[in-house]
């Protein structure tokens, strides 16, 4: 009975987080440059619940009609009637009958979600379990059967399918956490400000500012020039370019679409723009800027966008999505609530009633 009470508290507690988010987003509605934050949830792991203590129906255990297999984009889609595919969680091992996976990096079978450009990424994904524990395949040719077997260059390495005891009659799991925030980079709206220091980035790809703690990165191009006549983001950091700091002595400062600054014609520098493809790894700091996370560095390739002077880039937050999202939430929070309530009531009567017979 009370397991419902444990899944409506963690979907509780994950949509308070996620309020959270979404509250810190709308308040950045006019932040310049600011990239608008996602909640990924998980389920807990799917258990096995068994009966106990009474007769083994060999009749009620569902018949195993192979496994169905369907390839997407690199990554593979099972689903299963009889026997479960299983995955080794953070908080144990978890039994479904549908599956997505890919090959990971080492050469195992591994979950994976896709990021913001549609690749796999299975760095943090969970790795599934054959028969004989994590499934190695290397960099063979895979193929998975319909009986569920997983074969490299024809040959058997394990299986899929797990078929469980007869007093097993399904799976049951505790609701839902949260599993990470991730930061979704999608590109925002320009907008004209005619400033000749406003710069904004079409395309992928961040500026580099220098601070006291090192380089950090950021889409914020609305610089300034200081009493130096050195180029600096609103908090005064430098704004790097390819030789250093970029300083600017003249009055008619231009920028070319590859970032080569101009000023009265004269040639001052190029801004060090840079396109980082590990993104996932970027952490915000505070200030509108991105710092790589502890021990990482950034995986960088050269900037194809192009710079627009005059523009700045607005935060790519939508309020309307994001307070549809908010009134769900809430409505969906207070459903919770009640039902926390309801069994709250329940086990009272329990306590206080029916022990008094």
């Known amino acids: 009975m009370l397991r419902g009470l444990y899944t409506a508290t963690?979907?509780?507690?994950?949509?308070?987080?996620?309020?959270?988010?979404?509250?810190?987003?709308?308040?950045?509605?006019?932040?310049?440059?600011?990239?608008?934050?996602?909640?990924?949830?998980?389920?807990?792991p799917e258990v096995l619940i068994k009966k106990i203590n009474s007769p083994l129906d060999f009749s009620a255990q569902e018949a195993f009609e192979g496994v169905e297999v369907q390839q997407d984009?690199?990554?593979?889609?099972?689903?299963?009637?009889?026997?479960?595919?299983?995955?080794q969680t953070m908080n144990g091992v978890s039994h479904q009958k549908e599956l997505k996976f890919a090959v990971n990096k080492d050469g195992y079978l591994s979950t994976y979600y896709r990021d913001q450009n549609g690749?796999?990424?299975?760095?943090?994904?969970?790795?599934?379990?054959?028969?004989?524990?994590?499934?190695?395949?290397?960099?063979?040719?895979?193929?998975?059967?319909?009986?569920?077997?997983?074969?490299?260059?024809?040959?058997?390495?394990?299986?899929?399918?797990?078929?469980?005891?007869?007093?097993?009659?399904?799976?049951?799991?505790?609701?839902?956490?949260?599993?990470?925030?991730?930061?979704?980079?999608?590109?925002?709206?320009?907008?004209?400000?005619?400033?000749?220091?406003?710069?904004?980035?079409?395309?992928?790809?961040?500026?580099?500012?220098?601070?006291?703690?090192?380089?950090?990165?950021?889409?914020?191009g609305s610089f300034k020039l200081n009493n130096n006549n050195e180029l600096v983001?609103?908090?005064?950091?430098?704004?790097?370019?390819?030789?250093?700091?970029?300083?600017?002595?003249g009055t008619k400062i231009s920028v070319s679409e590859s970032g080569v600054i101009l000023a009265d014609e004269v040639y001052m520098d190029q801004l060090d723009i840079v396109d980082i493809t590990n993104i996932k790894d970027l952490r915000k700091q505070g200030d509108n800027l991105y710092r790589m996370a502890e021990q990482t560095t950034p995986q960088i390739q050269p900037f194809t966008g192009q710079v627009l002077q005059g523009f700045l880039e607005q935060s790519n937050v939508n309020p309307i999505k994001e307070m549809v999202q908010m009134i769900t939430?809430?409505?969906?929070?207070?459903?919770?609530?009640?039902m926390i309530k309801a069994y709250d009531d329940t086990i009272g009567k329990a306590v206080n009633e029916v022990g008094k017979v």
């Open 329 to 338: 939430l809430f409505r969906n929070y207070e459903s919770n609530q009640r």
């Open 233 to 249: 983001t609103s908090e005064g950091y430098a704004v790097l370019g390819k030789e250093g700091p970029v300083f600017i002595e």
């Open 10 to 44: 963690s979907a509780m507690q994950t949509n308070g987080k996620r309020m959270d988010v979404i509250t810190n987003n709308i308040a950045n509605i006019n932040t310049t440059g600011y990239k608008k934050d996602l909640v990924l949830s998980e389920a807990f």
């Open 119 to 220: 690749n796999i990424d299975t760095d943090e994904g969970y790795m599934v379990l054959g028969n004989k524990g994590p499934i190695y395949v290397g960099n063979g040719a895979l193929e998975i059967n319909p009986q569920g077997q997983v074969m490299v260059g024809g040959n058997v390495v394990d299986r899929l399918i797990t078929f469980t005891a007869p007093n097993v009659i399904g799976t049951l799991n505790a609701g839902v956490r949260m599993d990470k925030i991730q930061v979704n980079y999608e590109q925002g709206h320009p907008y004209q400000t005619d400033n000749q220091l406003d710069f904004t980035l079409k395309g992928p790809g961040f500026f580099q500012v220098q601070t006291p703690d090192g380089i950090a990165y950021t889409r914020d």
């Open 73 to 87: 984009n690199g990554g593979y889609y099972v689903s299963a009637k009889g026997g479960y595919f299983r995955t």
